[in-house]
């Protein structure tokens, strides 16, 4: 069974900084492309940040641009979201999630498998 886990969420103030990681098992994902989404209570979840199967091309909301890094480790089967400078209005479930293909994918249809997301909350 093919599963995503994320894991590095929590509670950050203003300004602050988490790392959120993606394991895959069950197979692995390092010729798809990647991304994370994000829902906030009340909304639908939204397109955070993408990259590309070998990590070479890299696309994000215009909302992360300069404060959310994108990054993938292959041999680790691991994806990750570097978010720096967070804001209130960041505060969501993250979600990763393998796309069909293996260039950078914006939309949900893209994607086919997703994780269970991990509660990201940023305090003012």
């Known amino acids: 069974q093919v599963q995503l886990v994320e894991s590095g969420g929590g509670l950050v103030q203003a300004g602050g900084s988490l790392r959120l990681s993606c394991g895959a098992s069950?197979?692995?994902?390092?010729?798809?492309?990647m991304g994370w989404f994000r829902q906030a209570p009340g909304k639908e979840r939204e397109f955070v940040a993408t990259?590309?199967?070998?990590?070479?091309?890299?696309y994000y909301a215009d909302s992360v641009k300069g404060r959310f890094t994108i990054s993938r480790d292959n041999a680790k089967n691991t994806l990750y979201l570097q978010m720096n400078s967070l804001k209130p209005e960041d505060t969501a479930v993250y979600y990763c999630?393998?796309?069909?293909?293996?260039?950078?994918?914006?939309?949900?249809?893209?994607?086919?498998?997703w994780g269970q997301g991990t509660q990201v909350t940023v305090s003012s």
């Open positions: 999630a393998a796309a069909r293909g293996t260039a950078v994918a914006s939309r949900r249809d893209e994607y086919d498998y």
């Open positions: 069950g197979r692995t994902f390092s010729m798809n492309a």
């Open positions: 990259i590309s199967w070998r990590g070479g091309s890299r």
